[in-house]
């Protein structure tokens, strides 16, 4: 999780050697499983600027596919994560 306030800009870069990992953002008070996320879960080019609406901790989940992990593939990642005005 990682706290920002609203009207400040969360940007992401995932990297992922073998494209296997994804990511989604939650906003304040969401959480995986219960509600939807405010990001695509598929980044394009692997990077994400996302203008926040809330003020408080949002949610980073970086999954992998179950396809791939059934078929024992690891979804190896880095991320880079700024928040800024």
Do not use: C, W
């Amino acid at each position: 999780t990682v706290y920002a306030k609203a009207g400040q800009t969360l940007a992401l870069e995932l990297s992922s050697p073998n494209n296997l990992a994804e990511v989604n953002v939650f906003a304040p008070g969401d959480r995986p499983g219960i509600a939807e996320a405010i990001s695509r879960s598929s980044i394009e080019g692997g990077s994400l600027e996302l203008a926040l609406n809330e003020t408080g901790a949002y949610t980073i989940q970086v999954y992998q596919m179950r396809n791939s992990a059934r078929r024992g593939q690891t979804a190896n990642y880095s991320i880079d994560l700024k928040i800024y005005n």
